[in-house]
């Protein structure tokens, strides 16, 4: 039986060529939309509880959070990885905050939040910086 590749292994193992640039943004338009839903999904998710935000989250409420995760949205939204180097490093440091936020025993576990999003964010996340 052949070895089936996906694409974004198909993208990582395989010499840049044309046809593999082409190939990896799709891989990166693809999970950027995931993420935008995944991440909307969450917002959805904290802004649904009520009471207070644990003390070790960081945000003085779920409302500051849920912003703080918006505004991390728009800049995926409005910048590409693939664009200027500008845009780049923007979509790059918007990652990261959000791996911050979703790592396990982050904001994102302080503030009560679904162990699963989160690790279907970050896997996402590890793939689109790949």
């Known amino acids: 039986?052949?070895?089936?590749?996906?694409?974004?292994?198909?993208?990582?193992?395989?010499?840049?060529?044309?046809?593999?640039?082409?190939?990896?943004?799709?891989?990166?338009?693809?999970?950027?939309?995931?993420?935008i839903t995944l991440l909307n999904q969450a917002c959805n998710e904290i802004t649904s509880k009520e009471g207070d935000i644990s003390l070790y989250a960081g945000y003085d409420s779920y409302d500051t959070f849920t912003d703080h995760i918006k505004q991390q949205i728009a800049l995926l939204e409005q910048h590409d990885l693939n664009g200027s180097t500008e845009s780049a490093s923007m979509v790059k440091a918007a990652i990261q905050e959000l791996r911050e936020i979703f790592l396990p025993t982050s904001d994102w576990d302080d503030a009560d939040g679904s162990?699963?999003?989160a690790n279907e964010i970050?896997?996402?996340?590890?793939?689109?910086?790949a």
């Open 1 to 35: 039986m052949p070895l089936v590749l996906s694409t974004t292994e198909f993208v990582r193992f395989n010499k840049p060529s044309s046809d593999n640039l082409l190939i990896r943004e799709k891989v990166y338009l693809v999970n950027k939309e995931k993420q």
């Open 115 to 117: 162990m699963a999003i």
């Open 122 to 129: 970050l896997a996402l996340l590890d793939e689109i910086v």
